[in-house]
């Protein structure tokens, strides 16, 4: 089957028709992630699919969808038109209709094969025309998803037995051994039947023959055994197999622990010294007063000159107080100054005394008489009572002066201003002008930390994806890789036990085939009586050599079928690792009649893990075999599909391998998002055409169309443009 | 009467403020009017008590030199639940710190930027409360005008003050260094 086209409608980002021509060759189709390459590949997936109706809602174009009226109806289909014995075509396909704004209903199921007879094209069932002209068990070596599900004999114990039951005619021989066996029992039965009847040996054919039933007994419990420990020691191999070759990617898998978790907890230390409450600290930290010291110095300047304000209103008011009070003794003075003598003080003489000149009528001052009436009698009672007047008028004016010596200032807040200005000045004063510093030095701490903080961030971002392409290309679990080094010494006494158990049993068993041997000899060797007897005998040792070629004969055909494979196998290699090393491909038969495919250098040894780009050429060269035998045994071809198989590839190893697979002998579709570059002008992936160009294959383009809105799948299209 | 301070005055009373701030800036950014107890970090807020926005927009207008009147009509202000004597004695609140000192500083600059005549109250003419009555209206309009100037922005942008660092980058604007346009630089006498 050479498949000549490709139709698509409406299937999924498939919008509308949409149509693929392949060649008998190499056809590329090229397309980034989420571009539809594996849409394209799940398209064919469901058309090949046999196993029952598939109408399942979520195959329909998601655009198709919304752009659809309610009651409308339109087809969802995939259709292949191949050469096979002549042109022919299958179709898939459903219809689907609007029943409400978010209901569909699929129906009208039809998957049809068309092929012409004579001058008429007649229909036929698809699943019956698909398998006549690809059988299912061709099928499975068509359609390959990712890198990983290349090795066809992986997770499958069958395969090896399928194809060597397609392709090398063995399943004859499995039905002539089976009767050839069947017949040599019956001629041992009967040739033993007869000796133990033989009256000459019948007592020594009874014994020999208990002895032969015990020792075939004891051989085929042997073998039980021997086959069981055999398929431990191949499971616990290639358990440690897996260890011994992951024991590279299970040590960097624990670097990778060891440094994302180191880096985890740098992270948590610098998110904490990253934290800031730059609101808060507005607060908490006094960071609000950081244009705070221009108003301390309105306040200082503000509060000084009310204070020396209040000091010079005071100072003006005691002076004028004391001015007031030198103004009245001037005035006394002037008094005295009225006057032509010099009067004596007023208190001089005192009371007592001026009392008791008047009484007396004597004036002691000048010793004079002062008769009552007389003026010096009156002089001296004037002056007692200006000496009185003068008492009480000085009493007065001590009163008075007292009430005029109320401070001008009874309040003391401009005090309390300035006891604050002390405060704040000096120690204070500086923290605050500090704060600006304290703000700009946080500011600038938690904003390298910040950075520091995004540059683990990212390290972590590689860490965690050079971690996960590290599983992805290992194609191992974490769990598995947590737990195998424990495993590792288990696995490995456990196989020690079971092939130094397999030694013992193959000794044994050597002996008792020995012994098997000898009875065998014995019996043959006796004469009996009876010539039929002998003829019995004779019949019975052809039929045990018949057997014995038989099953010879199947023995090799499948070790011939091996070697064609391989032989084949490592013609291609070959040709996919031009000028790179790729050693040599075996197909080694395991224990329970599945296959290994292995790589090995040219002096013997085994590459225990090819890199990944070695592994996918070798899985694909052993695609290519299958394919080549089939065309050899079958007179068959059938094309190769595959999604994405070189993702662990480098860039010079792409170049090589499409140039050489540009010229295999084979129909081969490749969906790959290699020869893809990024234009430096728009930042956009487009076609490598440097690459391109030197092959000679058909090139296809697949894409979204643009604009589309990332979070809604019904704007997603795919659109296909043939390059060449 | 004897030892009165004018702080000590100062520190009883409450501030009032326009209700129209209420539901766009003081409960938008504080744990206003819903218990005390409960931390900020639980509702997402960016500060604690109501009184603490208050102190930011005070601060806001005291560095612009811009007050702004409050609303004539008396039913349409509010003040807070505590008065300033308590504010920013934060000791029970987790991951914050007490900030006593605070309450100073914003009495400092009132009186910088209140026109009292001290003299005058020095000299007994006009009373201590008329004076405190002066701080807090001076207190009142810078704090005022600074919830005007949260409300501007907030109408450009409704998530502006959402940025962790939208309000320290408000007062980065303000010049931090000491004018040098005093003319009063001389030393005091010391007598």
Redesign the interface.
Known sequence: MIIKEIKIKNFRSYYGSNRLSLSKGLTLVIGDNGDGKTTLFEALEWLFDTTGEDRKESHISEKRKAEMEIGECDVVSVNITFEHDGEKEIEKSFIFEKVSETNFRTKDYKFVGFFIDGPERQSITGDRLLNMCFEPVIRKYCLFKGESKLDVFQDDDTALKTLVDTFSGIRQYDKLVELTEVFEQKSANAANRELQNDKKVSKQAKELNAELNDVLNDIQNIKKELDQKKISISEFTSKLELLEKNQETSERYKDFKERIKGLKDKRAKLAGLAM????????????????????????S???????????R?DIQETERRAKEAGEREAISKIQKLANDFVPLPWNLPDKETMQEMIDEEVCKVCGRPAPKGSDAYKYMCDKLNDYLAHITAEANKKSLVKEEEAP???????N??HA?QIK?SGETEQEI?Q??YV?SDRLEFVSKRKAELAAVDKQLKDLENELNDLLVQSGLSPDFLDKSISDWTGFFEAKSRAVSRVSELETTLKFKENSRDEIREKLSKLEPTSSMTQVYQRVHTAFERITKAFANAKEQNINNFLQLLENESNKYLQKLNKNDFYGIIRIRKTINNSARIELYSENGTRIENPNGALKTTMYMSVLFAISQITTLKREQDYPLIFDAPTSSFGGFKEDTFYNVIDTIDKQCVIATKDLLVVDKATGKKVLDYDTINKLSCSVYRIERVEPFKEKDLSTIQTVINQIR | MAAE???DLWATRNPQWEKRYEDSIVKNFCDYGRGATSM?EDRGK???GGY?IF??AF?IG??FKQKRPLIDDTQKRKTFGQPIQYW?N?DSVK?????P??R??IF??L???TDID??A????EIT?RK?VDMLMQTMEEYANWGFHFMEDKLTDDPNYFYR?????EV??T??????DD?D?DEP??L?
């Open positions: 800031c409450e730059y609101s808060t600290n507005l607060l908490d930290e006094y960071w609000i007063l950081r244009s705070f010291p221009s108003i301390i110095k309105e306040y300047a503000k509060v000084s000159a009310l204070s020396k304000e209040k000091r209103l001008l200032f009874p309040n003391s807040f401009i309390e201003l604050r704040l002008s704060i600006t703000i | 301070k004018l702080y900020r960016v500060f604690g603490e102190i930011v601060f005291l560095y920013g934060l991951g914050r710190k007490a900030y000192k605070l100073e500083y400092t600059a009186i910088a930027r001290f003299i109250l020095e000299k007994g201590a004076a962790e660092t939208a309000f320290l007062f980065l303000f010049d931090a260094s000491v004018s005093s009063d005091e006498p007598d």
